[in-house]
């Protein structure tokens, strides 16, 4: 039974890269058009405030593990933190990236020097991609300090949290500063939605890079679930009607 799962899996990732490339080559003929998601439309105006008066811009990438599940949250606030940070590339200090997994850490302090090496503008700084705790709470502790001390004018929270996101909320709220927050945990998204000036929802944590503008991957991979979701869809009423029929 293993096996025929695996082979599924297997085979859904095959078909949703073929209609990934497929899309690649379609979107260069046509223009993408997408629902507005006013959380990133604001994103793009504190990103370009921050550079504008010369604060910092502040990234928390959660504590998902690369080895696990909840990865998918935390690469997709890597790929946005990439875009991020060659929007703010023209100001006068890159972005500040704290996470509470090693890998996580490693992999935002390769980002920012693929960042600051692409615009030759901004020097770059080991520092400036942090691991600040190993545990749900110690992270929190370690990210608030940053929020508060470091001259951050906005904040995108985008990973796997659980509800140590309320203490990161609490002190943004607290500074009066630009908050945007997702997460795929189901308790952070509840905390989020009731404390973050700007949450995200449900998969448009995903739908971000294609937002801003990060690459015509984002665009085609934003098409592509939206086509598995409507096939899910499909495929759940054609097995309730079945079921109605006495078929199955």
Do not use: C
């Amino acid at each position: 039974m293993s096996i025929w799962l695996g082979l599924a899996g297997f085979g859904i990732v095959f078909f949703s890269a073929a209609m990934m490339l497929g899309l690649l080559v379609l979107r260069r003929k046509a223009p993408s058009v997408f629902r507005d998601i006013p959380a990133l439309t604001r994103l793009r105006k504190a990103v370009g405030l921050v550079v504008e008066d010369g604060s910092r811009l502040h990234v928390s990438l959660g504590r998902g593990a690369l080895t696990a599940p909840q990865s998918a949250s935390a690469l997709a606030g890597l790929a946005l933190l990439r875009r991020l940070a060659d929007l703010t590339s023209a100001g006068d200090q890159p972005p500040i990236v704290t996470s509470g997994e090693a890998t996580l850490a490693i992999l935002s302090q390769d980002t920012l020097q693929a960042a600051a090496k692409f615009s030759q503008q901004v020097a770059f700084d080991p520092t400036a991609g942090r691991l600040t705790g190993l545990t749900p709470f110690s992270y929190a502790a370690g990210a608030i300090p940053v929020i508060r001390d470091e001259n951050v004018s906005a904040n995108l929270l985008m990973g796997n949290f659980g509800v140590e996101v309320a203490l990161l909320t609490d002190a943004v709220e607290r500074e009066n500063t630009f908050v945007l927050a997702g997460s795929d945990n189901l308790t952070a998204q509840a905390v989020i939605y009731a404390s973050a000036q700007e949450p995200l929802i449900g998969e448009e944590i995903y739908a971000a890079g294609a937002y801003v503008e990060s690459g015509p991957l984002h665009t085609a991979s934003l098409t592509v679930q939206d086509i598995l979701r409507w096939m899910i869809i499909a495929v759940i009423l054609v097995g309730a009607l079945l079921t109605l029929a006495g078929v199955l």
